[in-house]
């Protein structure tokens, strides 16, 4: 049976004969239908079909979601005006008017309806997401099924090789050995059988058993070890020490450098900088000596 | 800093006897291996005796120094530095006899410029050369590598220069002398001088410099020694005062044999002798050097032409992998 928006169930070959111009009037209401607009009638009751229709029709329009309202009150209104507009119309109360309500809303909320159409609801995108992941499952699974099978297959290969390369070659009676090949395979079979499968966590299509929490996230990694602890470091000198950075300019040593000149500075150089590593320098290893080392 | 440098802990010495018989080792390992035939009575008849290189390394120091003074642009006296402790370096673990000093004396130099960011490209560079500049090219480039194989990669140099500055800002700053800035040429001469001498490989740059700043200072008749013993040393160094003391009596007295000079007429039968026990393998005039040359390029030729074989061989295989496999054949 076919089915169009006023719910008046047509065979397939009467649609055909009736709406070979494409469009035309219903036989039963004589509301005027366009022939593509009928398809296989999913439900016995037409009427259910009709509601369907409308409730796709006016859902188009009416696609807030619950995030677009303050409070779940103004939502639940929401939802209880759609299902009366839907109710209405499907029961012919009323037409004139909710169509109307309909063309208003539509004007209205011009702009909120085109944004929310590409939205998907929350919904929507977990059934999507469960739909991918029961896809991948499946080809898992048949991934899985064909292995089994070639592995079965060369099993049995090698069985039947065994058993002709004993006949081929053993002295023992024939008979013997096919009865003793024949209980091995038994045997196998009954151990196979044996083993209970595993315990079943999901559905044959390869959903979990349960309500599946959002994507979990992974645990915080927690450093262990200890703390770093800073360390000054240890400053080998092998000679006098060196004036630090106050002493540089309290007693005067940076007073016989150059001064750096502005560009420097703006690029970051100090002459306190090359006054500390000459100094350094010219006092870093005056204790040096070889000998002490050649002595020990 | 210095005293954790690979300065400090592979290229210092105690003494001269210690270099002198490095050197020796290096000396007697080449005979050994191209002397064989050669009976020991006879093998300095042909060979150069260790004091021979000696001098030959000493001859090329002057060189170096003077290489130096005319190279064009002016190069900085870090880079003169540098390039004395490398060639130093160098002839302590190698023989004359094996490597020409002509070669890696330039080589020195040529990695003293990069390294103490002296920029001049190798043209710029071999323009300061007479001669064959195209095979000073080839030399240079050749013997870098193994220049800085033989230097362990231990490739930067704590010169005396900037202790120099240190110390004059030092004395300028706790010191009483009257305009520190007279002492200048005085140690810059005897720096070069230092430079001559193997007391850059067994004081520490530091000591090098307080050095040649006493001199400089006793050149003038001033007296440096208060500010040394009192301010320098002061509290830290109670101690140490002595070895400081012996250590710039011998870098003193080291400089002060650097002058010695050079008998021509020895030198140039020592060039003659050097031209003939030099190992041909690494002249770059022999045959053998340019076969070997040569021998190398084929290598990676051969290399190339392997590899790209290898490569074709691949395609192919992989070619005839994929046509049972294809449609249109099956």
């Known amino acids: 049976m076919m089915v169009n928006v006023c719910g008046h169930g047509l065979c397939e070959s009467c649609v055909d004969l009736l709406f070979l111009k494409g469009s035309g009037a219903c036989p039963e209401c004589k509301i005027p239908l366009r022939r593509n607009n009928f398809r296989v009638q999913l439900f016995e009751d037409a009427s259910v079909e009709k509601e369907v229709d409308i409730r796709k029709r006016v859902l188009r329009d009416f696609n807030k979601k619950e995030e677009d309202f303050n409070s779940l009150a103004d939502y639940n209104n929401y939802l209880e005006e759609v299902e009366t507009i839907i109710y209405n119309l499907t029961n012919n109360i009323d037409v004139v008017n909710t169509n109307k309500k309909i063309e208003q809303y539509k004007r209205d909320n011009k702009e909120q309806i085109l944004k929310s159409k590409g939205k998907l609801g929350r919904d929507e995108y977990e059934l999507e997401e469960l739909l991918e992941l029961e896809k991948q499952m499946e080809e898992a699974r048949k991934l899985e099924i064909q292995i089994e099978e070639v592995e079965s297959k060369k099993k049995k290969i090698r069985e039947k090789e065994a058993l002709i390369d004993e006949l081929m070659f053993s002295n023992a009676d024939a008979k013997n050995i096919i009865d003793t090949f024949a209980q091995q395979v038994q045997q196998e079979k009954e151990e196979k059988s044996k083993q209970v499968p595993a315990k079943a966590t999901q559905f044959s299509t390869g959903i979990q058993f349960g309500r599946q929490t959002q994507a979990s996230f992974l645990p915080v990694p927690v450093d262990e070890g200890p703390l770093y602890r800073y360390q000054s470091i240890t400053f080998t000198t092998d000679g006098p020490r060196p004036p630090s950075d106050y002493e540089l300019t309290n007693k005067g040593f940076i007073n016989h450098v150059r001064a750096e000149t502005e560009q420097e500075r703006a690029g970051g150089f100090k002459s306190v900088i090359a006054c500390k590593r000459a100094l350094q320098d010219a006092l870093v290893g005056l204790f040096h000596t070889k000998k002490v080392a050649t002595t020990y | ?330």
Request: glycine share 4%; net charge negative.
């Open chain 2, 1 to 330: 800093m210095f005293p954790t440098s690979t300065q400090c802990k592979f290229w210092m010495f105690s003494s001269e006897e210690e270099l002198n018989k490095l050197r020796e080792r290096a000396n007697i390992k080449h005979v050994q291996i191209y002397g064989r035939q050669i009976n020991d009575s006879t093998k300095y008849d042909f060979f150069l005796s260790p004091e021979e290189e000696k001098i030959m390394v000493k001859r090329y120091e002057l060189h170096l120094r003077d290489f130096c003074k005319r190279f064009q642009p002016p190069m900085p006296r870090c880079v003169v530095g540098t390039s004395f402790h490398y060639f130093k370096r160098f002839y302590i673990n190698n023989s004359v006899m094996n490597y020409h000093p002509k070669e890696i004396m330039v080589t020195c130099i040529y990695l003293a410029c990069k390294v103490e960011e002296f920029n001049v490209s190798i043209q710029q560079f071999v323009s300061n050369i007479k001669g064959d500049r195209e095979k000073a090219t080839d030399i240079i480039l050749n013997n870098e590598l193994l220049l800085m194989e033989q230097l362990n990669f231990h490739l930067s140099i704590h010169n005396p220069f900037r202790p120099v500055e240190g110390l004059l800002i030092d004395i300028k700053t706790r010191g009483s002398l009257h305009d520190p800035e007279r002492l200048r040429p005085g140690i810059e001469h005897f720096l070069e001088k230092a430079l001559l001498t193997d007391a850059i490989m067994l004081y520490s740059p530091s000591q090098v410099a307080l050095a040649a700043v006493l001199h400089a200072a006793s050149k003038l008749q001033e007296n440096l020694d208060s500010y040394v013993t009192d301010i320098l040393f002061g509290e830290d160094g109670k101690g140490k005062l002595e070895d400081l003391i012996e250590a710039v009596r011998g870098i003193r007295s080291m400089v002060k044999m650097a002058d010695s000079v050079l008998d021509k007429n020895q030198q140039k039968i020592l060039d003659k002798k050097l031209e003939k026990c030099r190992n041909p393998e690494n002249n770059p005039d022999s045959e053998i050097y340019k076969r070997r040359m040569q021998a190398m390029l084929d290598e990676d030729d051969d290399l190339y032409h392997a590899i790209s074989a290898q490569n074709q061989s691949l395609d192919n295989s992989a070619l005839n992998m994929s046509i049972p496999d294809s449609p249109e054949v099956a």
